[in-house]
């Protein structure tokens, strides 16, 4: 099972932007649909944002138009752009494969908070 490492969470006021990176193993990453994952405090662990092998993204509704997903092939990396943020968008967030649950390995995440 492919693993990954998660890098660029912090502390950010409200309106700010922040650029998360997930460093992903060479075997068949280019192969692979990957995804985004968010964890709110009180909140199970959900998928808002994901993109195919062949660079199509897709974003839950609450993130469009703010985060901006993208991958290169030729690094391994995965990338998160987030811009406009709100406290609501405060958590720990991981990358993943799609379509991983609870049960899959995931890893320790970087957390983002959103507070002035």
């Known amino acids: 099972q492919a693993q990954f490492t998660e890098s660029g969470g912090g502390l950010v006021q409200p309106g700010g932007s922040l650029r998360l990176a997930c460093s992903a193993p060479g075997y068949g990453f280019s192969n692979l649909a990957m995804g985004w994952y968010r964890q709110g405090p009180g909140r199970t662990r959900e998928l808002i944002a994901h993109?195919?092998?062949?660079?199509?993204?897709v974003y839950r509704d609450f993130v469009k138009d703010r985060f901006t997903i993208s991958r290169d092939n030729a690094k391994n990396m995965l990338y998160l752009q987030m811009t406009n943020l709100t406290p609501g968008d405060t958590g720990m967030y991981y990358c993943?494969?799609?379509?991983?649950?609870?049960?899959?390995?995931w890893g320790q995440g970087t957390q983002v908070t959103v507070a002035s």
């Open positions: 993943n494969q799609l379509g991983r649950g609870d049960g899959d390995w």
């Open positions: 993109i195919t092998s062949r660079f199509q993204a």
